[in-house]
């Protein structure tokens, strides 16, 4: 067998290889075929069986209908909103570790910055609901300055995906910048740039691949999300939630797919855009 | 790689096009007339042995085993009786009894009107023999061949209890207390941002009750026969009413978190949570507010591929009998459905309160039942908005 193996290194590459892609091309791409097809047909109302009949309504719906834009941009505007948010917070903290921090202390924070993804995703979403509440942690802390808490609503929500997929910017901004030679840090000064204008025209130019690839997790995983926004979002849902509602109550799983392309092509979208920033070889 | 990702978006893009160009008669497919077909189904003509196992699904607090409190435990007692295991599962909405039950995973299923009727237009529950059901004869006879559980004198299920959605409030914060529903529709309230309401599509139909009293020009008869101008009035109610909401909830652990809190502090739950509450020491309170309400009316029901049904008749034998339907009925804040099931109550005043067996009480309250094409108040110059239409404009309300 071995010698066989041997002898026909095709044979060996095939059998490597068979296995992964038929994952990436069943279960995977497959299961996205599948979900396009699906949204192509229609439901008994009544029942909520499925009828296998071709039909464009699902989509029609999802044009004609303002809810629908509305939940979208919605969900577009919170994505946007926490990638900026994590970008603003997670650049100083990779910089820091990646060229401040001693080495026993970059390891302590690489651990630190990753320890909260130990912890289940519903205990931090139910614990940002408790801080947030009335007369929680949040407004305690708050009102001294004669502010009170953001209560339940968008902020909240994008409160809770800001720091639930804070790690997600740190690590790929970490190690672009961790790939950033001392150099060229040191040239700039001694150039004459000061630290802010060695940051602007020397840092950030090189560190933006990163700050984009670690955008493509904070993004996706916001337009993708339904489970922070029921449970700090208030009245508000996301796209995620339309899905859900069709999936799990109205039982109209072509509408459900239909509204989950949504996302699919505003990932592709950005995908090809990120593309051109080179970011995608960050990843 | 790329090029098959660039192709995928391609075909999104051309699907989506091709989506906005299309035209064509609107898309709800309804059964003829608003009537639906209902599936031959045989049921079982006598019992056989137990299984061994069952699988339970159920509204919250309806199959309680002792894990939450060990005061409320009727699940034990039936394991240990019949020998059949029981696994339960609890759902949040109707419309989630109806998706998981389509599953095949579930023997039997409590199902509230508005749930019942689906499932046996779907073929998912078959007819039950009531003969094989010892406790059904003491039933109470209005429970019996509604429309909501049967077709054509043919019972689907049996009865377990009936109730209405009732307002609570906190009595700490809201003062004077509320006698309507007004309170939480009625634009300007001084609690707005902290009233919730039900997340259901079905929740339309206490904005329609709301409007069949305060708007009679309407001409609502009835909360689930809405002509589309009718349902336009709820729908205009209840954004407004959205403006004042700090959450909706179908999950009813986060509605009593939210009343212990205070985030929320007025809206409609059931009985159950508010006892619960209650029990927790929050100031809650909780009445049948003036104009009447939406209800539930229970059946249990038994799966038509079920493989444990001999185990299914037994749990429904069990959870219908005078004293566990007691048990369930008071722990729960319902009424019993079993006429014997006072005399084993606890509080002797329970049954008075929950008005069991008061039929002219009983027909107050308007129960969740599907709504159909065909409007149930015997309107036939209009076509009625089918539940699917509420399922768009409950989306629709919370934008």
């Known amino acids: 067998m071995s010698a066989i193996l041997h002898r026909r290194p095709g044979l060996r590459l095939g059998l490597l290889l068979t296995p992964p892609m038929l994952w990436l091309g069943v279960a995977y791409l497959g299961a996205l075929g599948a979900l396009f097809i699906t949204s192509l047909w229609g439901q008994n109302s009544f029942t909520g069986e499925i009828e296998r009949s071709w039909t464009l309504d699902n989509f029609r719906d999802l044009f004609q209908l303002e809810v629908y834009r509305t939940i979208t941009f919605r969900t577009l505007g919170i994505a946007a909103l926490v990638t900026i948010v994590d970008a603003a917070v997670a650049f100083p903290i990779a910089l820091y570790m990646a060229k401040v921090a001693s080495p026993r202390v970059q390891r302590l924070l690489v651990i630190a910055v990753l320890m909260p993804l130990w912890a289940s995703y519903l205990v931090k979403a139910f614990a940002w609901r408790g801080m947030l509440s009335e007369g929680g942690l ?88 339904y489970i922070a926004v029921r449970i700090v979002g208030g009245t508000n849902q996301m796209l995620g939630n339309v899905v859900y509602d069709n999936v799990g109550a109205a039982n109209n799983l072509p509408f459900a797919a239909a509204v989950a392309t949504i996302p699919v092509v505003v990932m592709l979208f950005y995908l090809a855009a990120v593309r051109r920033t080179g970011a995608l070889d960050n990843l | 790689m790329r090029k098959i990702s660039v192709l995928a978006g391609a075909c999104a893009l051309a699907l989506v096009v091709a989506g906005c160009g299309s035209s064509g008669d609107n898309g709800t497919t309804t059964t003829a007339g608003g009537e639906f077909e209902v599936p031959d189904l045989p049921m079982l003509d006598s019992l056989g042995e137990n299984e061994g196992e069952v699988s339970i699904l159920a509204w919250p607090y309806y199959a309680e085993d002792g894990t939450a409190d060990p005061a409320a435990d009727w699940v034990t007692p039936f394991e240990k009786a019949t020998g059949c295991e029981a696994s339960v599962k609890y759902f949040q909405t109707s419309d989630e009894a109806v998706t998981l039950f389509k599953t095949g995973e579930y023997d039997v299923v409590s199902a509230s009107g508005d749930a019942s009727l689906r499932l046996i237009a779907s073929g998912d529950v078959e007819p039950v023999n009531t003969d094989l059901v010892e406790s059904y004869a003491d039933i109470y006879p209005f429970l019996k061949d509604r429309e909501w559980n049967s077709i054509d004198g043919q019972m689907y ?109 007025i809206g409609t739950t059931w009985q159950g949570i508010a006892n619960f509450l209650k029990g927790e020491k929050v100031k809650v309170e909780s009445i049948l507010p003036e104009e009447g309400s939406t209800g539930w009316s229970d059946t249990w029901m038994v799966g038509a591929n079920s493989e444990s049904k001999n185990c299914a008749y037994a749990w429904m034998d069990h959870i219908a009998s005078a004293e566990v339907n007691a048990q369930v009925a008071e722990y729960y804040g319902e009424s019993p459905a079993n006429s014997k099931a006072c005399d084993e109550i606890t509080d002797p005043t329970f049954c008075e309160s929950y008005h069991a067996g008061d039929e002219a009480y009983a027909d107050q309250i308007w129960y969740w039942t599907t709504p159909i094409e065909k409007c149930l108040d015997g309107r036939t110059d209009v076509k009625c908005t089918d539940y699917s239409r509420w399922t768009q404009a409950w989306t629709e309300v919370k934008g």
């Open chain 1, 138 to 225: 949040v407004a305690w802390l708050a009102v001294p300055f004669g502010l009170d808490s953001p209560g339940y609503g968008l902020t909240a929500t994008i409160i809770t995906l800001a720091y639930l997929w804070l790690p997600y910017m740190i690590i790929p901004i970490f190690a672009g910048l961790e790939r950033l030679p001392d150099s060229l840090l040191e040239a700039s000064s001694d150039l004459g740039a000061r630290s802010g204008h060695t940051m602007r025209h020397v840092v950030l130019p090189l560190a933006f691949p990163a700050l984009v690839a670690g955008s493509i997790f904070t993004f996706s995983l916001s337009m993708g999300d």
């Open chain 2, 157 to 265: 299920g049996v009865p377990h209890g009936y109730g209405a959605n009732v307002l609570m409030w906190r009595t700490d914060i809201v003062k004077p207390a509320p006698t309507s529903w007004s309170a939480v529709f009625e634009p300007d309230s001084p609690h707005a941002g902290k009233i919730t309401a039900y997340d259901n599509a079905i929740y339309i139909a206490d904005a329609a009750l709301y409007l069949m009293n305060t708007q009679p020009d309407l001409g609502i008869k009835h909360p689930y026969a809405l002509d589309e101008e009718q349902l336009q009035a709820a729908i205009d109610v209840l954004k407004t009413q959205k403006e004042m909401v700090s959450e909706y909830w179908s999950d009813y652990l986060k509605e009593e978190q939210a009343f212990t809190t205070g985030d929320t502090v």
